[in-house]
Every structure is written in structure tokens, then in C-alpha cells.
């Protein structure tokens, strides 16, 4: 007799879609995949809220949920409606006071309202926005897999990982973060499992040590 399966859902990044997870790889004899899609949000809902309908998509009891950089903040607000077996967060933030300088500085001056979304809807924009203007080269890869170009999304989007305000980080979330990521610097990060040379998309371009790093995390007592 063979033991149920542990499903694993994950929220993409900022924008993405599914296939920014295609070199995840779980033993497929132990582990199902579901990668969610952002849902449009309503006319300015609550990220509290948001997060809610968003967890009205998992469907299978105890389940891990994975969240990458925004999408780990969203997956952390999803966890407060959810029975999970783990959360785990990849190169993201677990409380406002790990967001970089800059994030900081948009949301006391409302900087990120004067970013036009309507027409900042280019994948080299939407790249520059989500994983940093210093390693475009590097990131030209990441422009693939943006595919919410929904204005209203972007501007909530922005809004709520800019202004998020999370003062404590949630219970049991396990965090791996890159030593290299620079729209999260490590240096402000606490309280994470580090992945020595990951950047902010090593998602895509570490899936190998991300996969047996996931597996460790989940069945790990």
C-alpha cells in the first residue's frame, strides 16, 4: 500500500506565470504540483482579502504552499485561511522591515504612484520592475514569463509589496533566499536558509539545488 501523495502549490512572482516553475522537479511518485494564476484584484481590495480568494484555489487538505518574491508575500497572507503541512517562501520577505531601502523610500514618498502602469507593459519593463534594472542582461530570460499585463493587477501589485505591513513574520514559514539576490538584499533578510549564488530568479536558473532543497524542507519533521 503506498502513502497519498503531498500536494504542493505554488504562487508565482510578480507578473509570472506557470512556467517560471519548469525546473522544479519533484519526485512525482511522492509530490503532486499546482502552480496557481493571479487572480484580477477587485478595485482596491485588501491584500487580506485578496489572499483569501486566492486560498479558496487550494483545494486538497494539508498541502505545502510555495510562494516566489511577491508571490511569497501573498502566499503568507494566504497561510492565516489555510491547515498547511509547510510554507516555505523563495527570495522574498517575511516582514516589511526586510525590504530594501529603496521599496522603503517609494512607499514614504508614494513614488511607486507615479509609475505608469498603462503603459509600462512591456516585458523588458515589467523585468526591470520585478527583478532589478542592474542585471537586465543576466535577467533577459525572466521577460518570458511575464504575462499579467492586467493594469489593474500591476498597480495593486506594486501598491501591496510596496506598502505591505507585516510587522512579525508568519509562524513556520521557512524562507531560502539567494546570497546574490539584489531586489532583496541578503543583508536585510533574517532567519533564511541561503543558497550560495542565487539571484533574485533563481528559480529559473538554480530549479536543481531549489528542487532538493523544497523535498529536504517538506520532509523534514
Excluded at 52 to 57: K, V, W
Excluded at 93 to 114: I, Q
Aim: hydrophobic share 40%; net charge positive.
Amino acid at each position: 500500500m503506498t502513502s497519498e501523495k503531498i500536494h504542493v502549490y505554488f504562487v508565482p512572482g510578480m507578473a509570472a506565470g506557470a512556467e517560471i516553475f519548469r525546473n522544479i522537479r519533484l519526485p512525482e511518485d511522492r509530490f503532486t504540483i499546482h502552480i496557481l494564476q493571479w487572480l484580477i484584484p477587485e478595485k482596491n481590495e485588501s491584500i487580506t482579502t485578496y489572499s483569501e480568494r486566492m486560498a479558496t484555489l487550494i483545494t486538497e487538505k494539508e498541502s505545502v504552499l510555495i510562494g516566489v518574491s511577491f508571490g511569497g508575500v501573498v502566499a503568507q497572507e494566504m497561510s492565516e485561511f489555510l491547515s498547511l503541512r509547510k510554507l516555505i517562501i523563495i527570495s522574498s520577505v517575511k516582514t516589511k522591515d526586510e525590504l530594501p531601502r529603496r521599496m522603503k523610500f517609494a512607499r514614504k514618498s508614494f513614488f511607486y504612484k507615479l509609475i505608469p502602469t498603462s503603459l509600462v507593459l512591456s516585458a523588458e519593463d515589467l523585468t526591470k520592475f520585478s527583478v532589478g534594472p542592474r542585471s537586465e542582461k543576466r535577467l533577459r530570460l525572466y521577460q518570458d514569463y511575464l504575462h499579467v499585463r492586467d493594469k489593474q493587477y500591476l498597480d495593486w501589485a506594486i501598491q501591496n509589496m510596496v506598502c505591505w505591513n507585516r510587522k512579525t513574520p508568519v509562524a513556520h514559514v521557512t524562507h531560502i533566499h539567494g546570497d546574490s539576490d539584489i531586489v532583496f538584499p541578503l543583508k536585510h533578510i533574517k532567519d533564511c536558509e541561503v543558497l550560495e549564488g542565487g539571484t533574485h530568479i533563481m528559480i529559473l536558473t538554480k530549479g536543481l539545488q531549489l528542487s532538493e532543497m523544497i523535498v529536504a524542507i517538506i520532509e523534514k519533521n
